[in-house]
């Protein structure tokens, strides 16, 4: 029966982030700095509205793009937050996660043979669904670039088959920002053409360098804006994304949705209004303490004699390790079992992150000190 498998499917692999996790995972005194995971609960309050959903039975099927109060804070809260205006009854849609809404958004723009330019290297949840949908992951090297997709390097990538160009900033598993010059730039090339923009901006209240800026700003018919409470308010488990695009769009990608999921979880939904209004600014804390750790981190490694680009969002560091001569999962796997600390091999964010790992800094500072001295201790013993 396998040959009765959708053969785009049987093609495509489970993420070697979670692939090398999962491999490691039970090796004795493991510290990870693999997963991003907030090391933070959520928010009280946030969790309180959860339990008063069940209480108060809003246990029911809710509107398919979610329940319309939710649907309006979203709406109050990128507006606020980013200057981005949506329409709550038409142009917002809440998902199961920003998984899902990256789902939907590439099911309903992508279809056989057209092709979606992505940051190398990148995030791995995009190219599985690109591929399904039977489009074409291309990949513009940014490593020589700081990591950043900017206009110069797409132009040459641009043609007729062209559909979409995914923008995943603040980046995983860099960590960097575009700036709002690089955003007029990028402004500036796609205004007239005909490609959409998927902006995943699931980090967006994580930004250490001034304030996250969304392409949406300026070119708001063609974005499609992904986000979600996972990482600003540390809801992973509730399952909670937001999907903005225009109406026109937007009403399309509701179908999609309903056939998929009918709706998000009620409870969520409840749990998610709270977080986004007392919430408004449930992040800052978390924010300055991943400030912290993020400048622990970077000098960290940088006195280890590594070369790493220095974050300006997200929780993840991506330094080089080119010149001890191994692959990134030799290295990785090797660093689990001389030193008992796991961080993600680079060539799970695509062959151009082959020569670079991914540590996570959403860990507790006292973890991080511990892992980076067994990561020190290893560089050390491979450095002679």
């Not at 007239?192 to 001034?210: Q, R, T």
């Not at 990785?332 to 600390?341: F, H, I, R």
């Amino acid at each position: 029966m396998e040959h009765l498998v959708n053969s785009r499917v049987k093609d495509i692999e489970i993420s070697g982030i979670r692939k090398f996790f999962n491999m490691v995972a039970n090796s004795p005194n493991l510290i990870s700095l693999t997963i991003g995971q907030p090391d933070f609960p959520t928010p009280e309050h946030v969790k309180e509205a959860g339990s008063r959903a069940i209480a108060d039975n809003f246990t029911t099927y809710t509107h398919n793009a979610g329940f319309l109060e939710l649907r309006k804070a979203a709406c109050e809260f990128v507006q606020k937050k980013y200057g981005l205006t949506y329409d709550f009854e038409q142009e917002v849609i809440v998902t199961v996660g920003a998984s899902q809404a990256i789902d939907i958004a590439f099911r309903t723009i992508l279809e056989e043979g057209v092709e979606v330019i992505l940051p190398g290297p990148v995030y791995p949840g995009y190219e599985p669904i690109i591929k399904m949908c039977g489009a074409k992951p291309v990949y513009v090297d940014t490593r020589e670039n700081g990591f950043r997709l900017t206009a110069g390097l797409i132009e040459p990538f641009i043609n007729e088959n062209t559909r979409c160009i995914v923008l995943p900033y603040p980046s995983n598993p860099t960590g960097v920002t575009l700036s709002e010059q690089e955003i007029l730039e990028l402004v500036n090339l796609l205004k007239d053409k005909p490609i959409w923009i998927l902006s995943d901006e699931i980090y967006s209240e994580l930004v250490y360098a001034g304030t996250h800026q969304s392409i949406a700003k300026w070119l708001r018919e063609k974005t499609i804006v992904i986000n979600g409470l996972s990482k600003s308010h540390s809801m992973t488990g509730w399952r909670i994304g937001f999907l903005f695009a225009p109406a026109f769009l937007a009403t399309h990608m509701l179908k999609v949705h309903q056939y998929s999921v009918s709706c998000t979880s009620s409870i969520s939904q409840k749990a998610a209004f709270e977080a986004l209004t007392t919430g408004f600014n449930d992040a800052d804390y978390m924010r300055k303490q991943y400030q912290k750790r993020l400048d622990y981190v970077y000098k960290r490694l940088i006195e280890m004699g590594l070369e790493v680009e220095k974050p300006t969002g997200a929780f993840y560091m991506f330094p080089s390790i080119k010149k001890f001569g191994k692959t990134s999962f030799d290295f990785a796997l090797d660093l689990v079992k001389q030193e008992g600390v796991a961080v993600v091999p680079g060539s799970a964010f695509s062959k151009y992150g082959e020569g670079y790992v991914r540590l996570s800094y959403a860990y507790s500072l006292e973890t991080l000190e511990k892992g980076l001295d067994r990561l020190e201790r290893y560089i050390k013993t491979i450095s002679k």
